[in-house]
Nanobody, 123 residues
Framework: QVQLVESGGGLVQTGGSLKLSCAAS????????MGWFRQAPGKEREFVSP????????YYADSMKGRFTITRDNAKDTVYLQVNSLKPEDTGVYCC????????????????WGEGAQVTVSS
């Protein structure tokens, strides 16, 4: 099991930016594919982006391209999500997740989850 703890959430104005962090502990971080998900109030959880263990491959759905960037620092056992040009509809709880499997990269089945970080975008 890998333990995940998110940080970096908060209240941001429309148009602002933030960088979420997810610190992992418990196992060799670089062996895990990591993903970010979000859940807006009253809506289903939405897959934001995955990144492979080496950081060499990422994926973004069309709705996420351009404003979201996932990166990782295996030396720090941390994965990041940079979000720019924030909109009120980006409000929600952002969770990171980990899994051993690499493929399919766009798969949404993950084994380990963090508690999440609240992001609120004010209009």
């Amino acid at each position: 099991q890998v333990q995940l703890v998110e940080s970096g959430g908060g209240l941001v104005q429309t148009g602002g930016s933030l960088k979420l962090s997810c610190a992992a502990s418990g196992h060799t971080f670089s062996s895990y594919t990591m993903g970010w998900f979000r859940q807006a109030p009253g809506k289903e959880r939405e897959f934001v982006s995955p990144i492979t263990g080496s950081g060499g491959s990422t994926y973004y759905a069309d709705s996420m391209k351009g404003r979201f960037t996932i990166t990782r620092d295996n030396a720090k056992d941390t994965v990041y999500l940079q979000v720019n040009s924030l909109k009120p509809e980006d409000t929600g709880v952002y969770c990171c997740a980990a899994r051993r499997a690499v493929y399919p990269l766009v798969g949404t089945e993950y084994d380990n989850w963090g508690e999440g970080a609240q992001v609120t975008v004010s209009s």
